[in-house]
Nanobody, 123 residues
Framework: QVQLVESGGGSVQAGGSLRLSCAASGRTFSSYAMGWFRQAPGKEREFVAAISWSGGSTYYADSVKGRFTISRDNVKNTVYLQMNSLKPEDTAVYYC????????????????WGQGTQVTVSS
């Protein structure tokens, strides 16, 4: 069992930056690929970014490519999402997700989810 807790959300003006953190606990030494999703009111949850267990491979949605950076620190069991040049359309609840295995599979359902953290970007 893995528990994920997000932090770092908040309100920021357009063009600003935020860094989200996702701390994992309760897991053993097995490997997990990690990802970030977001959901705006009235819309479906969408994929944002993912990273392999080793950190060697990353994946980004086209809407955030070049602005967001996902990284991880396996010693601290923490995944980060650095969000730069934020836009009002980035406003959403951001969720951290864990997927069993070393490689992230977009078509597969994540095995664990965090509670979500609100990100609000004002124009």
């Amino acid at each position: 069992q893995v528990q994920l807790v997000e932090s770092g959300g908040g309100s920021v003006q357009a063009g600003g930056s935020l860094r989200l953190s996702c701390a994992a606990s309760g897991r053993t030494f097995s490997s997990y690929a990690m990802g970030w999703f977001r959901q705006a009111p009235g819309k479906e949850r969408e994929f944002v970014a993912a990273i392999s267990w080793s950190g060697g491979s990353t994946y980004y949605a086209d809407s955030v490519k070049g602005r967001f950076t996902i990284s991880r620190d396996n010693v601290k069991n923490t995944v980060y999402l650095q969000m730069n040049s934020l836009k009002p359309e980035d406003t959403a609840v951001y969720y951290c997700a864990a997927q069993k295995g070393s490689t992230w599979y977009h078509a597969a359902k994540p095995d664990y989810w965090g509670q979500g953290t609100q990100v609000t970007v004002s124009s």
